[in-house]
């Protein structure tokens, strides 16, 4: 399967506890992309990386989370503290180096519950 | 601040017939036009895109139309297949920045 891999599919954690998501882009792919889904609602888009840097961050909330996209490795999606409302379908997406009209392509997302 | 808008939150048609799914925009910065298919408990799958420099693209049963004086965009389905039954996302985006901006969504039931 040479798609978007997220891992894990789901996740629980109990309030203030830490997250971690995890999301290999597609091979060849050198963007990724963090959306958040909440239910009955579009994706909001949270941040994007290129590897080791950060160059859109502008959907990300200022406190709690933090993403990173290493030189060796998947990107991490972290959250710490969690609350209720952090509960949500994560999406990672990654698209082509080249080109700013490329398509994204989605991984099946992990879906955060916060007990 | 909805920039993206699809304003049917569902569409139900019978098979063999066109499924037209719409969207509207407010950003003018926009200049790239998608739309995904997204089924239960799986991730937005991408159908067919649109730049802003074309008027119309064609991938076998899709077509997106593009009306950028309406800023308007819509997604034919020609013939409707019952497997196309799912939520269907329009998305945009400006060359400047590629975060997407996503509708809400149209639940589409093809009826065999």
């Known amino acids: 399967n040479a798609g978007v891999m997220q891992n894990p599919r789901h996740l629980v954690r109990r309030r203030g506890q830490e997250a971690r998501l995890r999301c290999s882009p597609m091979k060849g792919h050198s963007h990724v992309y963090w959306y958040r889904q909440l239910p009955e609602e579009g994706l909001k888009f949270m941040v994007y990386l290129q590897k080791e840097n950060i160059i859109d961050e502008s959907g990300m909330p200022k406190e709690r989370f933090s993403a990173e996209f290493p030189k060796e490795g998947p990107s991490i999606l972290r959250i710490q503290q969690v609350v209720r409302g952090d509960s949500a379908a994560y999406f990672c997406?990654?698209?082509?180096?080249?080109?700013?009209?490329?398509?994204?392509?989605f991984g099946d997302g992990t879906r955060l519950s916060i007990l | 601040d909805q920039q993206v808008k699809q304003n049917s939150p569902s569409l139900s048609v019978q098979e063999g017939r066109i499924s037209i799914l719409n969207c509207d925009y407010t950003?003018?910065?926009?200049?790239?036009f998608l739309w995904y298919k997204k089924y239960p408990a799986e991730g937005p799958t991408f159908l067919i895109s649109?730049?802003?420099?074309?008027d119309k693209n064609e991938d076998g049963r899709f077509t997106v139309f593009l009306n950028k004086s309406a800023k308007h965009l819509s997604l034919h389905i020609v013939p409707s297949q019952p497997g196309d039954s799912a939520v269907y996302f329009c998305a945009a985006s400006d060359t400047g920045r590629r975060a997407l901006t996503f509708g809400s969504g149209t639940r589409l039931q093809v009826q065999p």
């Open positions: 997406a990654s698209s082509l180096r080249t080109g700013s009209n490329q398509p994204q392509h």
């Open positions: 950003n003018s910065m926009f200049d790239y």
């Open positions: 649109i730049s802003s420099i074309k």
